[in-house]
């Protein structure tokens, strides 16, 4: 019959409890539509309407009830989501804090490595200072103004040690140079300038040529007899 026509067991049994009849979950569907058109209330137009309203009902709540099933699917979706947002954040944080420390420590790193590195070569100026003023020192002593312009003075310009060793060897190299190119004196023996005004070898007005004594006149002094004009073996005197 039209009248049951889209209706559920469950909206056949709503209409029968409406016309009074007692049912339950044990009827099936075909015993439900006989008890509803054996009762005494029943009314084909009446149970029509009553049947068109329970249906109606009962798709409201259902369609109400998948909205809210949806609904609650939404929102579980959702929220998943922003646990999954929540939790790459989290990570992203975590790694940012990584990343930090571990610059902060590569940092701390190279600068250890700058101050060993500028306390090193402030080591090295240190020791290579003392080594300019020392070897200045010495060299200033046996060398000429000029060469001590030319090599002394720009030494402690050097950047190493090593540096100044080179400029050490070339200025012994061109003094060894310079000696070899200066020509040898010739010495000659002349005897009236050897002794003239040599005061060196004056005493009271006599001069002494190796180990004798002369008077201004020149003449030898004998040791043997004391006189002037002759030396010891020429001396007349016997010994």
């Given at each position: 019959?039209?009248?049951?026509?889209?209706a559920?067991?469950?909206?056949?049994?709503?209409?029968?409890?409406?016309?009074?009849e007692?049912?339950?979950?044990s009827h099936?569907?075909?015993?439900?539509?006989?008890?509803?058109l054996?009762?005494k209330?029943?009314?084909?137009?009446?149970?029509?309407?009553?049947?068109n309203t329970i249906?109606?009902?009962?798709?409201?709540r259902d369609?109400?009830a998948e909205?809210?099933?949806q609904?609650?699917?939404?929102?579980?979706?959702q929220?998943s989501?922003?646990?999954?947002?929540?939790?790459?954040?989290?990570?992203?944080i975590q790694?940012?804090e990584?990343?930090?420390?571990?610059?902060?420590e590569?940092?701390?790193?190279?600068?250890?490595?700058e101050y060993?590195?500028?306390?090193?070569?402030n080591?090295?100026?240190?020791?290579?200072?003392?080594?300019?003023?020392?070897?200045?020192?010495?060299i200033?002593?046996?060398?000429?103004?000029e060469?001590?312009?030319?090599?002394i003075?720009?030494s402690?310009?050097?950047?190493?040690?090593?540096?100044l060793?080179?400029?050490?060897?070339?200025?012994?190299?061109?003094?060894?140079?310079?000696?070899?190119?200066?020509p040898?004196?010739?010495?000659h023996?002349?005897?009236?300038t050897?002794?003239?005004d040599?005061?060196?070898?004056?005493?009271?007005?006599?001069k002494?040529?190796?180990?004798i004594?002369?008077?201004?006149?020149?003449?030898?002094?004998?040791?043997h007899?004391s006189?002037?004009?002759?030396?010891?073996?020429?001396?007349?005197?016997?010994?």
């Amino acid at each position: 019959m039209s009248i049951f026509a889209g209706a559920r067991k469950c909206d056949l049994k709503i209409l029968a409890e409406e016309l009074g009849e007692t049912v339950n979950d044990s009827h099936k569907l075909k015993d439900l539509k006989k008890i509803i058109l054996a009762s005494k209330e029943y009314d084909e137009e009446s149970a029509k309407e009553w049947m068109n309203t329970i249906i109606n009902e009962r798709k409201e709540r259902d369609e109400f009830a998948e909205r809210r099933r949806q609904d609650e699917i939404q929102i579980a979706e959702q929220k998943s989501q922003e646990e999954i947002a929540d939790r790459r954040r989290q990570d992203e944080i975590q790694m940012a804090e990584r990343k930090r420390k571990e610059e902060q420590e590569i940092e701390i790193e190279l600068r250890k490595l700058e101050y060993e590195e500028r306390k090193r070569k402030n080591e090295m100026e240190f020791e290579l200072q003392k080594i300019c003023l020392g070897a200045k020192d010495q060299i200033k002593l046996k060398v000429s103004q000029e060469v001590k312009d030319h090599f002394i003075n720009d030494s402690c310009k050097l950047n190493s040690p090593d540096d100044l060793v080179e400029k050490l060897d070339d200025y012994d190299t061109s003094r060894s140079t310079f000696r070899s190119k200066q020509p040898r004196k010739e010495w000659h023996y002349d005897k009236q300038t050897f002794f003239k005004d040599d005061s060196a070898f004056t005493t009271n007005g006599k001069k002494k040529l190796y180990g004798i004594t002369q008077n201004e006149r020149g003449e030898p002094k004998c040791f043997h007899c004391s006189n002037f004009g002759h030396i010891a073996r020429n001396c007349s005197l016997p010994n």
